[in-house]
């Protein structure tokens, strides 16, 4: 069995960076990582004139990965540039032409997750879910969407910047199983992105047609809230499978999420369902369940939408904990009540052959 990419990341992450301080994978000197059966190769990307304090750092990752199972040659090579090749700018270069819907290379469904309005834990829910598609064995990907709130990076323990080996194509960043890509990693974290709508939408096709997804069963897109421009790109460019609602239970999300529900339907995506988020609190003190956003809304409008109530998510603590810390609860706390939400939501989308 040949070894795995985050197995040879994981080698390689205590290796410290003599620029920086910080280790190789964090800094994203780590590119061209290719594993053919039991070989591994990958070039540590430095500037011209650091050769000799990098070399030390070569050594020691090549004896690294090749100490590890499955691997019978390593080759590890210093490449040195100029100027580095940056990921390409996300920003259109001409008006985009109105051509039907395509499938996304290797990738077999495409699946949108929305909200009405911001604030549900629409974010949340999507990197959960993803990890629990994940921990079921399907090859997963997420793209952050949320362009003027990109939250992904933060959630799913993820830092650098991408890598491009050729300025045109986009190496997407890996963690918890799952393969994700946002416009946050290109961008400061306190950095606002001050985009009109064809910058948006330029970039969001960038996203999806020119980062190596690789071979993915599912790749989920966490949309920004609204009905606004990524979601008609999205829709009109990328062969959309499905869309996934999520809202909380009081009136004033409900209203939102169905202006959401009627955009899809206009646009012609199937609606598999909705998700209640922040269901119910249960107090860690005293066991005393309190419907503190009100109960059964959500419940209620897929009932007259004729869709599916796909999952009742509770308000937690360590939910929000855990997203805070780059590890969602599905990772940290597999076994506890809010993860086996996400496990039954993962398990119940592959048993219907939407995941």
Same mark, same amino acid.
């Given at each position: ?18 620029? %920086? ?5 964090? %800094? ?8 053919? +059966? /039991? ?31 499955? *691997? ?12 580095? /090749? ?20 290797? *990738? ?6 929305? !909200? ?24 997963? +990907? ?6 003027? #709130? ?28 799952? %393969? ?14 001050? $985009? ?16 190596? $997804?690789?071979?993915?069963?599912? @790749? ?26 999520? !809202? ?30 922040? !269901? ?16 059964? +809304? ?5 009932? !007259?939408?004729?869709?599916?109530? @796909? ?13 805070? +810390? #780059? ?29």
């Amino acid at each position: 069995m040949s070894v795995s990419r985050d197995e040879v990341l994981g080698a390689l992450a205590g290796l410290k960076d003599p620029a %920086t301080g910080q280790d190789i994978v964090a %800094t994203g000197i780590v590119r061209a990582l290719t594993i053919d +059966g /039991a070989a591994v190769r990958f070039v540590l990307e430095i500037s011209p004139q650091a050769a000799q304090a990098y070399e030390p750092v070569r050594a020691e990752a090549q004896a690294r990965v090749q100490a590890l199972a499955g *691997v019978e040659t390593a080759s590890v090579v210093l490449t040195a540039h100029s100027k580095p /090749a940056d990921p390409p700018d996300l920003q259109p270069k001409r008006k985009a032409s109105p051509n039907a819907p395509v499938p996304i290379p290797g *990738v077999d469904r495409l699946v949108a997750i929305g !909200s009405g309005k911001g604030g549900v834990g629409k974010s949340t829910v999507s990197a959960n879910l993803a990890c629990a598609l994940a921990a079921e064995g399907r090859r997963v +990907g997420l793209l952050d969407a949320d362009v003027y #709130g990109p939250s992904q990076p933060r959630m799913m323990g993820v830092s650098g910047r991408p890598a491009s080996p050729d300025g045109k194509t986009i190496l997407p960043m890996r963690n918890h199983g799952v %393969t994700m890509m946002s416009i946050g990693l290109m961008t400061g974290e306190g950095q606002a992105v001050i $985009w009109r709508g064809p910058m948006l939408m330029g970039a969001l096709q960038q996203m999806l047609m020119q980062v190596q $997804w690789g071979e993915l069963d599912i @790749l989920l897109v966490d949309l920004p809230p609204g009905t606004g421009d990524v979601q008609m790109t999205l829709a009109q460019k990328a062969r959309l499978d499905g869309a996934i609602m999520v !809202s909380t239970p009081q009136d004033v999300a409900l209203l939102d999420a169905r202006k959401g529900i009627d955009m899809f339907n206009q646009l012609k995506t199937p609606i598999y369902g909705l998700i209640e988020n922040m !269901s119910t609190h249960i107090c860690s003190n005293c066991g005393h369940e309190e419907h503190i956003f009100g109960h059964g +809304g959500v419940a209620r409008e897929a009932e !007259s939408l004729d869709v599916p109530l @796909l999952a009742e998510v509770p308000l937690h603590l360590d939910i929000r904990t855990s997203s805070d +810390g #780059g590890v969602p609860i599905v990772v940290s706390h597999p076994d506890s009540p809010q993860a086996t939400v996400f496990r039954d939501l993962a398990r119940r989308l592959i048993a219907d052959g939407r995941a």
